[in-house]
């Protein structure tokens, strides 16, 4: 394995900002990630793993580690107990293993239709969108342990599942390599119709009884209508990283001091298990004065979507994260309420 150096990193992401990867491999079998491993650690370089990068801002002056492409290939499916077990490659595209699933009636997935990246991102992100989460069907996730270099296997159970988050992702950021990720799946089972706007969609669409396929079918063309699907080229909206803030959850305390600042009781809420509340982070964002399409110089958000950071012509990833900050204090200044970042931001000399 012989790492190239100074490789470009801006056109493997979809925002196409930041700076080149001090040194970058690719890695087709997990030999050379064990190999680019083994580099790395014996040099004290941080190792970095880059999937499809729709979920990751690069510092403008690069990343001073080794950054591996993950692009191990292969899917198989088998029955267990009446399911069936799906087990893709981390470099497996996650739409079209998505599409597979539905193809053959396999239920569990059909809802994360259209969502861009790989299937190594899906369970470090637990991956969600209109009613579903990978954590949902998630069985296993075999791993590099970069701590203890050796490749593991760790149940679902075991990875830490929470929204928007795993083990993985603020666990232990960084320790994990993904090789491939197995999900249970339902054969003949039903779609899962647990989200307003999907609801709203299929009735317009007068589909009383959905399949897998209509529910694909409509989920895609929501995030279509969202600039959420990154396949046409000609969408000013498509240089994001999709949803750039997750929703915050807050507890009850947190959520009247909140409805004390917005003043509208009609404020979008979703009661959690726990006793908390998850709130929009798009209709605050919108709250604190900032419409869709709104500019900030060579940045803005999406015409489509609130919640979306765009890049235009000369943007750089200084002019994304301001932004995003910007957005994020005037929305704790006006409603009270703290948004999180959902990409990964890699700086230049992080660890």
């Not at 399911?83 to 539905?102: P, Q």
Request: proline share 5%; with cysteine; aromatic share 6%.
């Amino acid at each position: 394995m012989t790492p190239r150096e100074n490789e470009p990193l801006a056109t493997r992401t979809t925002l196409a900002v930041g700076g080149p990867a001090r040194w970058f491999v690719e890695a087709r079998d997990e030999d050379t990630v064990l190999e680019a491993d083994d580099w790395a650690t014996s040099r004290g370089i941080p190792l970095r793993v880059l999937g499809g990068g729709s979920n990751l801002v690069v510092a403008d002056e690069g990343v001073e580690a080794l950054v591996v492409k993950v692009d191990l290939r292969g899917v198989s499916a088998h029955e267990v107990d009446g399911a069936i077990e799906l087990t893709a490659a981390a470099g497996e595209r996650w739409d079209d293993l998505v599409r597979r699933a539905v193809e053959h009636g396999w239920a569990g997935v059909e809802c994360l239709s259209g969502i861009p990246g790989l299937v190594g991102a899906t369970p470090i992100q637990n991956v969600g969108a209109y009613g579903q989460e990978v954590s949902d069907t998630v069985t296993e996730v075999r791993a590099l342990d970069t701590r203890e270099h050796r490749i593991v296997t760790l149940a679902g159970r075991d990875c830490g599942f929470a929204y928007r988050d795993s083990r993985f992702k603020s666990g232990e950021p960084g320790r994990w390599v993904v090789f491939s990720v197995s999900y249970r799946l339902r054969p003949g089972g039903p779609p899962t119709l647990r989200y307003a706007d999907l609801e709203k969609h299929l009735e317009d669409r007068r589909l009383a009884a959905p399949t897998l396929a209509d529910v694909r079918e409509s989920v895609l063309a929501i995030r279509r209508a969202k600039s959420m699907v990154l396949d046409d080229t000609r969408d000013p909206n498509r240089r994001s990283c999709g949803s750039f803030f997750t929703n915050p959850i807050v507890t009850a305390a947190e959520l009247a001091e909140i409805d004390r600042r917005v003043g509208d009781r009609t404020m979008p809420r979703w009661p959690q298990p726990d006793g908390r509340a998850k709130l929009s982070a798009a209709w605050l964002i919108e709250r604190a004065g900032f419409t869709r399409g709104h500019r900030h110089g060579t940045v803005g958000l999406s015409t489509r979507h609130a919640l979306a950071i765009v890049c235009h012509d000369g943007a750089r990833a200084r002019d994304v994260i301001d932004f995003a900050h910007h957005l994020q204090a005037a929305v704790a200044d006006r409603c009270g309420a703290r948004l999180a970042l959902e990409p990964v931001v890699w700086d230049h000399a992080s660890r």
